[in-house]
């Protein structure tokens, strides 16, 4: 047997649509199928300080979370959440929860800073048209912490995002580029087959362009994260 054909890995899905394998790493397939701090029933009144949720089931995901937070050291003692959605979201899920948990619990101001190139790298990555899972998990963090910065009264540390319109022809917002760029998009044609950017307003190709590299590197990184 040569060494490619025994080193050749197996693909795990196999998409229909793009009719392409994803192959998704040991701790991937550990999250999913035994996944850390899942709470499959309604908390007790007051067992959180905060919870937050994300998605819609007509769209698609969902994530729910909840925190428990010390108030002296701003440790993050407890993250417990619940998704509906795939594999991929159930084990990012999972190694985030984990990820702010372990040792005694991460400061919120730290946890903040996870981004998801942080939670793929914990997984061993993932196939490349998974990647926006990473991002549910950041996003329905942001949202609980955001509830309890309102339940605490510390409305100066609420994190808001903005949404500046792009291309004001169209109307299309840095958000629209981003939600693109998880989808796949790879070059301005890319992006303009999808959302039209740019063919109306010429004067905003610089700045799609310099979005599109940001968007690249923050939720790819380095090539090795694309399967």
Known sequence: MSKNIKNLKIADVISKTAGKGWIYSDIV???????????????????????????????????????????????????????????????????????????????????????????????????????????????????????YFRKTGQYQRIITEGTKIIDKTLNITERDIEEAVLEGAETINDLQKRLKVGIGDNSSLLEIEQLLRFYKEKYYGGSENRI
Do not use: Y
């Open 29 to 147: 397939k550990d999250h999913f199928f035994h996944p850390r701090n899942l709470l499959l029933k309604n908390p007790k009144t007051g067992e959180f300080d905060a919870e937050g949720q994300i998605g819609a089931p007509q769209c698609g995901d969902v994530m729910r979370m909840w925190i428990k937070v010390d108030p002296k050291t701003e440790k993050i003692k407890k993250l417990k959440w619940r998704t509906f959605g795939c594999g991929s979201a159930i084990a990012t899920t999972s190694i985030f929860s984990v990820m702010v948990t372990e040792r005694g619990g991460m400061k919120i101001d730290k946890a903040l800073k996870i981004r998801p190139q942080d939670i793929m790298k914990r997984l061993g990555g993932l196939p490349a048209r998974k990647v926006h899972c990473s991002v549910l998990a950041d996003k329905a963090f942001r949202t609980t912490i955001n509830n």
